[in-house]
Nanobody, 122 residues
Framework: QVQLVESGGGSVQAGGSLRLSCTTS??????LAWFRQAPGKEREGVAG??????AVYADSVKGRFTISKDNNLTLYLQMNNLKPEDSAMYYC???????????????????WGQGTQVTVSS
């Protein structure tokens, strides 16, 4: 059973930074990812990282966000130079067991956390 718990969200001004964390259990050898969903919008992929450490990013966050994970299977999302359009509920997600290339296709992720809110003011 995979369990995911996000933390680190909050309110910041544009240009600020936040680091999201996702503590995981049962996520060994799985691809992990961050998604976000703003009110009235569809869920979108932000960043994903596979078991080999290869990462992919949405174009909208490239150069500003960094996804990483540690040996304790905690997933991170370092978000710099935040913009108001980054405001959303952020979710971490885990894919199926075994290798899956990093991707941002939500239908390929089976397990989801409850989310953490990020609000960026102008």
């Amino acid at each position: 059973q995979v369990q995911l718990v996000e933390s680190g969200g909050g309110s910041v001004q544009a240009g600020g930074s936040l680091r999201l964390s996702c503590t995981t259990s049962g996520s060994s050898y799985r691809t992990l990812a961050w998604f976000r969903q703003a009110p009235g919008k569809e869920r979108e992929g932000v960043a994903g990282i596979d078991d080999k450490g290869y990462a992919v990013y949405a174009d909208s966050v490239k150069g500003r966000f960094t996804i990483s994970k540690d040996n304790n299977l905690t997933l991170y999302l370092q978000m710099n130079n935040l913009k108001p359009e980054d405001s959303a509920m952020y979710y971490c997600a885990a894919g199926p067991p075994g290798f899956m290339a990093a991707n941002l296709q939500s239908q390929k992720y089976s397990y989801w956390g409850q989310g953490t809110q990020v609000t960026v003011s102008s």
